[in-house]
């Protein structure tokens, strides 16, 4: 393994979800719903592959169908207009667009600023780019993780290419305010800096909280590569279909790295993502419905066993504090956790640069059944 990579092991998602299945545990450590997407996205997969939609090589860009259905979901929801042809591309999940973005658009020795604690993906990807990461620390502030605006705006050197966002942010929970965001937004025009928002999580917003999409702000459209995933949207995270929304020019360079990456993306689930992108606003309320009540769930018990719990305003992860039990190691608290309790989290260390700084913070995914979550939250409540 090159030294690039070397650092990174292997994902702490593949390691928890091995230890969750040989210890039995419920698996609250990666996230993925236990409960599949609906039946006519299913449906409308299986019609594509008997009618031989996408058996071949679909166009590298991803097939028109679903371009136009990206294209008309960001008009539909934000006011965003991107041309299907020159400004939208369909990638193997968030995952590669982060992968072919980074790829594409870091110099090595460039770098890059992102929000820490952050997702594991992105240190790798910088790394292979041969570019620098560079954390920003959100830190939780009366209940909710915050970004400081001040450290961000000191993390930008002249070597600085770009800003890497995420925002409903995992793990923490938090969705970045309008106030927050339009200090990136400020910044990176000021600094003539370039910004990858990974908004997989747009439509899992709780409560009052509302997702604002980074490229709405002034001046960033032409300098934002935007980032969704039929994974979270549809829960469909096996289907693996991502995309960006970008200038003509920013998806030309995002697609000169796709196209060496995967050369392209799934075909049959590429039409049955445009089925989905049409579904009625009545599927994403059920949906935020839902895990809104999920979350309830998961972060009463939680409470109730004793976690500090930052009630997460985005995403279907809440991250707690494990000191209130008499803990201050995340990964020697989720290693022993089956065993104690046959309960499997992510130790929020693994996220970190600053790992001391996520020393006492551990993860848990509530997109799972109800039964399953309120068997989790009874066997924890009994940890002692
Ligand atoms: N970004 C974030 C913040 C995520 O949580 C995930 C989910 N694993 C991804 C990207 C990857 O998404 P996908 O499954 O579409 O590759
Ligand atoms: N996004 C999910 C998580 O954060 C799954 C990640 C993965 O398996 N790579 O848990």
């Known amino acids: 393994l090159n030294r690039r990579l070397?650092?990174?092991?292997?994902?702490?998602?593949?390691?928890?979800?091995?230890?969750?299945?040989?210890?039995?545990?419920?698996?609250?450590?990666?996230?993925f719903p236990d409960t599949d997407g609906p039946e006519e996205v299913r449906e409308a997969a299986v019609r594509a592959l008997r009618d031989g939609h996408g058996n071949q090589y679909p166009p590298g860009p991803g097939v028109p169908e679903l371009r136009t259905a990206i294209a008309d979901h960001q008009r539909a929801r934000y006011g965003l207009e991107y041309d299907p042809d020159r400004e939208v591309l369909v990638t193997a999940g968030a995952t590669e667009a982060i992968a072919a973005a980074l790829l594409a658009l870091?110099?090595?020795?460039?770098?890059?600023?992102?929000?820490?604690?952050?997702?594991?993906?992105?240190?790798?990807?910088?790394?292979?780019?041969?570019?620098?990461?560079?954390?920003?620390?959100?830190?939780?502030?009366?209940?909710?993780y915050v970004l400081d605006l001040d450290e961000l705006r000191a993390a930008v050197t002249?070597?600085?290419?770009?800003?890497?966002?995420?925002?409903?942010?995992?793990?923490?929970?938090?969705?970045?305010t309008r106030a927050e965001l339009t200090a990136v937004a400020e910044l990176a025009v000021e600094r003539d800096l370039l910004v990858v928002t990974d908004e997989v999580y747009e439509h899992l917003v709780f409560d009052d909280a509302e997702h604002l999409p980074l490229a709405t702000f002034p001046g960033m459209r032409d300098r934002t590569?935007?980032?969704?995933?039929?994974?979270?949207?549809?829960?469909?995270?096996?289907?693996?279909?991502?995309w960006t929304t970008a200038s003509p020019e920013l998806t030309a360079a995002v697609r000169s790295a796709k196209q060496f990456l995967t050369y392209v993306s799934s075909g049959p689930f590429q039409y049955a993502v445009a089925e989905a992108l049409r579904l009625p606003d009545s599927y994403y309320d059920g949906l935020r419905a839902d895990l809104q009540a999920?979350?309830?769930?998961?972060?009463?018990?939680?409470?109730?066993?004793?976690?500090?719990?930052?009630?997460?305003?985005?995403?279907?992860?809440?991250?707690?504090?494990?000191?209130?039990?008499?803990?201050?190691?995340?990964?020697?608290?989720?290693?022993?956790?089956?065993?104690?309790?046959?309960?499997?989290a992510i130790p929020n260390a693994v996220f970190y640069d600053h790992r001391e700084a996520g020393a006492p913070f551990v993860r848990f995914a509530f997109c799972k059944r109800a039964d399953v979550l309120q068997e989790a939250v009874d066997r924890l409540g009994r940890l002692g």
Request: hydrophobic share 35%; with cysteine; aromatic share 10%.
């Open 225 to 242: 590569v935007t980032i969704g995933s039929a994974g979270k949207t549809y829960s469909f995270t096996g289907w693996k279909v991502g």
């Open 158 to 176: 002249p070597r600085t290419r770009l800003i890497l966002l995420n925002t409903p942010h995992n793990p923490t929970g938090t969705v970045l």
């Open 106 to 144: 870091v110099e090595p020795g460039d770098e890059v600023i992102a929000l820490e604690p952050y997702y594991d993906s992105y240190a790798a990807c910088v790394a292979m780019a041969g570019g620098t990461r560079v954390p920003v620390t959100l830190r939780p502030h009366e209940g909710r």
């Open 294 to 344: 999920k979350r309830d769930l998961l972060s009463d018990g939680l409470a109730r066993a004793g976690f500090t719990v930052y009630r997460p305003r985005g995403t279907y992860f809440v991250t707690t504090d494990i000191r209130p039990l008499g803990a201050d190691d995340g990964f020697a608290f989720c290693r022993s956790l089956p065993e104690r309790a046959g309960v499997v």
């Open 6 to 31: 070397a650092e990174f092991g292997t994902t702490i998602f593949a390691e928890m979800s091995a230890l969750a299945a040989r210890t039995g545990s419920i698996n609250l450590g990666q996230g």
